[in-house]
Nanobody, 124 residues
């Protein structure tokens, strides 16, 4: 099993930045890709970004390119999501996910492990 714990969410104003963290533990060697997703009320969970543990290579949804940056710290078994220029429409619960995909995954069903989520609220 792999355990994931997100942190760093909160209430911010439009234009502000936030850095989300995802602490991982357990059998993390069984995973090769980490992803960030979000889910707003009444909407489906949507993909934001993914990173491969081994190479640190990244992949982004088009609508976050240039604003969000995913990174990882192998020594700390942690993954981060730096979010800049936040907008009210970024308000959602943000989740990190882990899986053994062999490639980048954009669909929630491709990931095996999920954190509990952290709320991000952006006021206008």
């Amino acid at each position: 099993q792999v355990q994931l714990v997100e942190s760093g969410g909160g209430l911010v104003q439009a234009g502000d930045s936030l850095r989300l963290s995802c602490a991982t533990s357990g059998r993390t060697f069984s995973t090769d890709v980490m992803g960030w997703f979000r889910q707003a009320p009444g909407k489906e969970r949507e993909f934001l970004a993914a990173i491969r543990w081994s190479r640190g290579s990244t992949y982004y949804a088009d609508f976050v390119k240039g604003r969000f940056t995913i990174s990882r710290d192998v020594a700390k078994n942690a993954v981060y999501l730096q979010m800049n220029s936040l907008k009210p429409e970024d308000t959602a619960v943000y989740y990190c996910a882990a899986g053994r995909l062999g490639r980048y995954g954009e669909w929630p069903r491709e990931y095996d492990y999920w954190g509990q989520g952290t709320q991000v609220t952006v006021s206008s």
